[in-house]
């Protein structure tokens, strides 16, 4: 509610369902654009019986260096983590495929993982980050907020993608295989989210996911607003 993102993962797998139910009910795969502002993202949707299943692809991941081990633990603090909490041989590092997230990898301590810091979007910015990640690398469980601490994902998209892209990057997994992304279990509401990066060099990263429709609305708007705009001009 407080800004605008240049990309946003669940909202455009959600559209594009809704969009497949609306406007092409009648087909079982559909192809669609979705034009933002800097980029354009490729979503395929499928339905599978009551349900829908989305996969977009994120285009390529944007690696920053990793993080400087002298600001790990102003870092973590922020997080209510400590340097024990992180899985041996990974660093903290900016991934983005649209939306820079830190991917902090840890290897325990994941419930405990909340932010602490009252100006933690200033300490993020100050690396190149938007928001942060915590990942659980054996279980390939994340946690993400606001960075306010108010308001925790069930499931994120633009988060999803980077992390399995990190992965990857460090030898974790192999490119071109499924990797299932886990969140949302501490809001019981657990959620999967299936990435798959392509080549080593991550050129693209593509995230899918099931659709439940639980909703519906109507919007009604006063005949005046309604009227046609005048055509813009050619010349």
């Not at 973590?76 to 495929?97: F, K, R, Y």
């Not at 938007?130 to 308001?151: C, K, M, Q």
């Not at 399995?164 to 295989?177: C, E, M, N």
Request: proline content about 6%.
């Amino acid at each position: 509610m407080e800004e605008e993102l240049g990309f946003a993962g669940h909202p455009i797998i959600g559209a594009a369902c809704v969009l497949h139910a609306e406007h092409y009910a009648t087909e079982d795969v559909v192809y669609l654009q979705f034009l933002l502002p800097e980029k354009t993202v490729q979503v395929i949707s499928q339905r599978k019986g009551s349900s829908y299943q989305a996969e977009m692809d994120q285009g390529q991941a944007c690696f920053q260096d990793p993080i400087d081990k002298e600001a790990h633990g102003e870092l973590l603090s922020a997080l209510n983590l400590s340097p024990d909490d992180l899985m041996e041989g990974l660093p903290l590092q900016v991934v983005s495929t649209g939306l820079p997230y830190l991917i902090v990898p840890v290897k325990t301590n994941l419930a405990n993982a909340r932010i602490v810091a009252r100006d933690f979007e200033r300490l993020l910015a100050r690396f190149g980050a938007r928001f942060a990640y915590i990942l659980d690398v054996p279980s390939l469980e994340g946690r993400t907020w606001d960075n306010d601490g108010r308001v925790e994902d069930i499931a994120t998209g633009s988060a999803a993608g980077p992390a399995g892209a990190f992965i990857v990057a460090h030898k974790l997994a192999q490119p071109d295989s499924p990797l299932v992304i886990h969140q949302g279990r501490f809001l019981d509401r657990s959620s999967e989210l299936t990435v798959v990066v392509c080549g080593e060099s991550a050129s693209s990263v593509r995230v899918s996911g099931e659709v439940q429709f639980i909703g519906s609305g109507h919007l009604n708007v006063p005949d005046s607003y309604l009227q046609p705009m005048e055509s813009a001009s050619t010349e």
